[in-house]
T-cell receptor, first 115, second 117 residues
């Protein structure tokens, strides 16, 4: 199992450009999450999904959109990038029940710089 | 809303020293508690978790944590640290466990641990 994978690993954007970050998981997890990590602020939840076709806002959703068209994929979009969105983005997934309920599994991260 | 506080931003220790990292949360109901570790340049990995039962939880690599409900705390401990423990440590809390939280976690700010050989 690859677990949770993220594409791309690094990206540099200019202000106003758009991009999509892809997260994929092969663990058949129901729940998926997008976080951003900034120094001294821990991880903050951007959006999450509780199943295919559903998404919901997290703590810091402004400037981002998401889609979950397939159960295994969760896309994070930036329509018009801003320097404040320079961050490391982590995707995570978890299962709805079972012994690992509520345990989140993380991807390797995407380092995004917006100039 | 839930909040999680980690008291120390940066801890510097020598090898073989004992470690205790503080974590306090605000929600007073049923919670699931986690400690994650992030080694330099890597993604977060689970160290240990508390769901219910014995409040002293043992995790990987010799780490343990104690859940003290009356103090809303879940401190991480290790009797003797190694250079390889150098990393950033995050406490995380899931509240409304068993309800409709959908597994959402609230993270603390993180504590950077530097261990000198």
């Amino acid at each position: 199992n690859a677990g949770v994978t993220q594409t791309p690993k690094f990206r540099v954007l200019k202000t106003g450009q758009s991009m999509t970050l892809l997260c994929a998981q092969d663990m058949n997890h129901e729940y998926m999450y997008w976080y951003r990590q900034d120094p001294g602020m821990g991880l903050r939840l951007i959006h999450y999904s509780v199943g295919e076709g559903t998404t919901a806002k997290g703590e810091v959703p402004d400037g981002y959109n998401v889609s979950r068209l397939k159960k295994q994929n969760f896309l994070l979009g930036l329509e018009s990038a801003a320097p404040s969105q320079t961050s490391v983005y982590f995707c995570a997934s978890s299962q709805r029940g079972g012994s690992s309920y509520n345990e989140q599994f993380f991807g390797p991260g995407t380092r995004l710089t917006v100039l | 809303a839930q909040s999680v506080s980690q008291h120390n931003h940066h801890v510097i220790l020598s090898e073989a020293a004992s470690l205790e990292l503080g974590c306090n949360y605000s929600y007073g109901g049923t919670v699931n508690l986690f400690w994650y570790v992030q080694y330099p340049g890597q993604h977060l990995q689970l160290l240990l978790k508390y769901f219910s039962g014995d409040p002293l939880v043992k995790g990987i690599k010799g780490f343990e944590a104690e859940f003290i409900k009356s103090k809303f705390s879940f401190n991480l401990r290790k009797p003797s640290v190694q250079w390889s423990d150098t990393a950033e440590y995050f406490c995380a809390v899931n509240d409304n466990a068993g309800g409709t939280s959908y597994g959402k976690l609230t993270f603390g700010q993180g504590t950077i641990l530097t261990v000198h050989p």
